[in-house]
């Protein structure tokens, strides 16, 4: 009897299934009674539970005969959550689901917030082919594709073949009227020295690697090749023909060329070529060597058109050195410590030097000079520099007095010659011009003059000063032609030795000069001159002392005229 709690709903079909307990209710005792009625029931029980059995296999999931896969599920923990399903070899698999029924299970699949989920959730085998517009189809066409992106990739990778690598990547300037190229054409408008394999790291030898860059730019007619950041060690002088070639740094303190013996840093010669150039700027050159015995930072060797600027030098033999060619410009630098000379200038014409720092805290360094000009060297034009320490602050001579083959027409102005511990001087020179320049130094010793001016066909000071040196301030010897001092300072010389000190000495015999509107004192620091101005014994034609202030010019005397009688002679209208 079937009894419901409430009626079914109308045509609802009621399913009576029969559940027979497995167990055993008969117990048959030895010797006992074996009745038929007894046996038959136990057997229909048995019937029944085979038939019970046999409708729920027939419902269960099975593997046909034959198929020896594993059928035996995870345990519950494995399971739990999961969607039951086969894999290519029709093993069992679990996949994940949110919350283990239907509508979780397609959130899941629509997820794209977990690897595991999605995509993650679908089975693929890239070697099966799919039906048309199935996501098996679609997978694997991506995969296809894939596998050319990834060559394609390889190639834009690729550094060892120009038609590849930046070759395949465009690039356009974001600005009106800009034409697209290549990534590979922009970057050819600069080459860098690491481009050829320099390191840049203070040890490894780059001058190969540079060497290969500069050659590289000759042979295409010029162009720009840039050092990064970094100390690049060579081993040998770097070559360049001029050919139009620029080389640029990062700045001069973070891009450095330092060379480990007693060559040039760097050799520029023009190559019997005119009209071409040759620029370099924004780097350091040095030397790895405590004291250098030979070699330029620069050596501009027959170069005309070089332009040189925001450059540094340190501790080498001679910093810039200039042998023939016309029309170079060196401007905005500094030199340091330079062994021999910090600015060597040889028989050369048409040369502009502006803007710059010469020092050193060494006193036996600029062992020649700091500025150093000789032969045959014309107009050269010096303005605004300061030149501190060493040896000598300026030397200009020639080996001969000879027109065409001294220094000539040369012209300075605002240069600070400064604590050098020995004279300057100018010797077989013709028409130079100082302009607000200023000497101060040769204090080593027993003194010397601030500036000596021997044989020179005639020289102009406007404006300039002395101040401060060991002996005299300036001595004109006998072999002077004209020369004229014109608004001067000459103050506090003979800081070293006061007896006898002048702050302009004129050696017996002087002619042909000129003194006018200049002051002479004393007081200003701790030189005490004794005379302002000094004629030696001799004879003095065509000299002019006019206009001048003597009053407090020297500790004897403001003016002492000892060259008695001379032609053309004047002396008049001084404050004495």
Not at 327 to 341: A, E, P
Not at 391 to 419: C, H, I, K, W
Not at 429 to 444: M, Q, T, V, Y
Request: with cysteine; proline share 2%; hydrophobic share 40%.
């Amino acid at each position: 009897t079937v009894t419901f709690t409430a009626p079914p709903a109308a045509l609802v079909a009621v399913a009576l299934v029969r559940q027979v307990p497995i167990n055993r209710l008969t117990d048959y005792q030895y010797s006992g009674d074996f009745e038929a009625r007894d046996v038959n029931r136990d057997f229909d029980r048995l019937v029944m539970m085979l038939q019970d059995s046999g409708l729920a296999l027939a419902n269960a999931l099975r593997f046909p005969p034959g198929d020896e896969s594993d059928g035996f599920l995870p345990a519950s923990s494995l399971r739990a959550l999961k969607v039951l399903g086969f894999d290519a070899d029709g093993n069992i698999v679990l996949t994940p689901t949110l919350a283990g029924d239907s509508t979780n299970l397609a959130l899941a699949l629509a997820s794209s917030a977990l690897a595991s989920q999605g995509a993650g959730m679908v089975g693929f085998d890239a070697s099966r082919v799919y039906p048309a517009a199935t996501v098996g189809e679609v997978l694997k066409t991506a995969s296809s594709n894939g596998a050319e992106a990834a060559a394609s990739i390889a190639d834009i990778a690729n550094s060892a073949d120009s038609a590849k690598g930046a070759a395949l990547v465009g690039w356009k300037l974001n600005a009106a009227g800009a034409v697209g190229r290549s990534l590979y054409a922009r970057t050819r408008d600069t080459v860098s020295v690491k481009d050829f394999g320099a390191v840049g790291d203070g040890v490894t030898d780059d001058r190969a690697a540079i060497q290969a860059a500069i050659d590289a730019m000759i042979s295409e007619g010029g162009g720009e090749i840039y050092f990064p950041r970094g100390v690049y060690q060579i081993s040998a002088e770097l070559t360049v023909i001029q050919r139009n070639i620029r080389l640029r740094g990062s700045g001069r303190g973070s891009s450095i060329i330092r060379t480990t013996g007693a060559a040039n840093c760097l050799h520029v010669s023009g190559g019997g070529v005119s009209q071409e150039y040759f620029t370099c700027h924004a780097l350091g050159f040095t030397s790895a060597v405590a004291t250098p015995t030979g070699g330029a930072g620069i050596y501009l060797d027959d170069a005309p058109f070089s332009n040189i600027y925001d450059i540094s030098i340190r501790n080498v033999f001679d910093g810039i050195r200039v042998r023939s060619g016309a029309l170079s410009k060196i401007q905005d630098f500094d030199i340091r410590d330079s062994v021999n000379t910090a600015l060597l200038i040889q028989s050369t014409n048409d040369l502009f030097v502006r803007n710059f720092g010469i020092h050193t805290s060494s006193s036996s360094r600029h062992a020649v000079a700091a500025i150093r000009i000789e032969d045959f060297a014309e107009a050269i034009v010096m303005e605004c520099g300061d030149v501190v320490g060493g040896q000598r602050s300026l030397s200009m001579e020639a080996a001969s007095f000879t027109a065409g083959s001294r220094p000539a027409y040369n012209r300075f102005s605002n240069v600070y010659f400064d604590s050098g511990e020995l004279k300057s001087y100018i010797n077989n020179c013709a028409f130079l011009h100082f302009e607000g320049c200023w000497w101060s130094g040769a204090r080593a010793g027993t003194g010397q003059e601030g500036l000596e001016i021997n044989s020179v066909v005639a020289v102009d000071f406007n404006g300039c000063t002395w101040f401060n040196n060991g002996l005299h301030g300036c001595a004109i010897r006998a072999s002077a032609g004209r020369v004229r001092f014109l608004g001067c300072q000459i103050s506090s010389n003979g800081s070293t030795t006061s007896a006898g000190s002048a702050g302009l000495f004129f050696d017996s015999n002087a002619s042909n000069f000129t003194v006018q509107n200049c002051t002479f004192s004393n007081g200003l620091y701790t030189g005490n001159q004794a005379y302002g101005l000094y004629m030696h014994t001799g004879t003095a034609n065509n000299v002019t002392i006019m206009g001048n202030d003597f009053v407090t010019g020297g500790t004897t005397a403001g003016l002492l005229d000892n060259s008695g009688a001379g032609a053309q002679k004047f002396i008049s209208s001084n404050r004495v």
